[in-house]
């Protein structure tokens, strides 16, 4: 299992699973899955960040998917969610993202943060399925800008968590079936479940860095015949994409703050050139 921080490192597997400390308990797996109870509170903190997208292609054609906030006014998602595959390319003539469109611990709705977007900062590349585009303001710290920096290296094996916007409904999080079984330098595969509405979902590994987005399911070969798997698009070939085009800070792993005019007061956001 991937080596982790400190405060999530999980206890090593005891010889013949016994508890060193009582006969009375034992370890039933290879590794134990035992987490300190702060894991869970740096998931929801993490999962701030994540936006439910309503996307218009035309009066009577509308989207759902999911982003990520990646800088002040910056989110990313997948290439096909905001431009349309089925009609030429064509990219979305709006979108709204939702903040904090979830429920809380009773099931009561709690309340939304509304963003517009700008269509003409829309920009991606359909190779890789990624694409950003700016809100018309700065989104609130309340939904922090997440780090694309190196994660810990990903293994066969290793948990993975998506927070995602299933159906374009509340968020919701996937905690079962959640461990990779394959990767590449470009992707991984997993049978954590997702809906329509999941696509561009962020996946986290066990530290609660994100390490992919969601893209949807694929075929794939097996020793008997063919089985249907999710796939993730890694977020080192992303980053470096970005980076190309200025709009992530290699060092700091941050998308770069929206400039200023003379004045200090916001100049409106520099239109983002799109990879074709």
Request: hydrophobic residues 40%; negative net charge.
């Amino acid at each position: 299992m991937n080596a982790l921080p400190p405060h999530y490192a999980l206890p090593p597997p005891l010889p013949g699973g016994r508890n060193a400390e009582s006969p009375h308990e034992a370890l039933l797996g290879e590794v134990s899955t035992l987490r300190s109870i702060g894991f869970l509170q740096r998931g929801v903190q993490r999962a701030a960040s994540v936006a439910r997208l309503r996307i218009t292609f035309s009066a009577s054609r509308i989207r759902y998917g999911t982003a990520v906030r990646i800088g002040e006014d910056l989110l990313l998602t997948c290439h096909h969610v905001l431009f349309d595959w089925a009609r030429g390319n064509a990219p979305a003539m709006g979108a709204v993202a939702w903040f904090n469109y979830q429920q809380d611990a009773d099931g009561n709705s709690l309340p939304v943060e509304s963003y517009r977007t700008l269509p003409q900062t829309l920009a991606g590349d359909r190779d890789q399925d990624w694409a950003v585009l700016r809100t018309t303001c700065p989104v609130a710290e309340d939904f922090p800008a997440l780090d694309l920096g190196s994660p810990i290296p990903l293994i066969e094996g290793a948990r993975i968590y998506i927070v995602q916007h299933p159906g374009g409904g509340p968020k919701k999080i996937t905690l079962d079936r959640n461990q990779v079984t394959h990767l590449n330098d470009r992707m991984i595969h997993y049978r954590a479940e997702t809906e329509a509405g999941s696509s561009g979902a962020p996946i986290f590994d066990e530290a609660w860095s994100l390490v992919a987005i969601h893209q949807g399911w694929q075929r794939v070969a097996t020793a008997t015949g063919t089985a249907i798997v999710n796939q993730g698009l890694r977020i080192e070939g992303i980053a470096s994409s970005l980076q190309a085009l200025g709009l992530l800070d290699a060092a700091s792993g941050h998308a770069p703050p929206r400039s200023a005019d003379p004045a200090g007061s916001p100049s409106s956001p520099a239109p983002i050139h799109a990879i074709h």
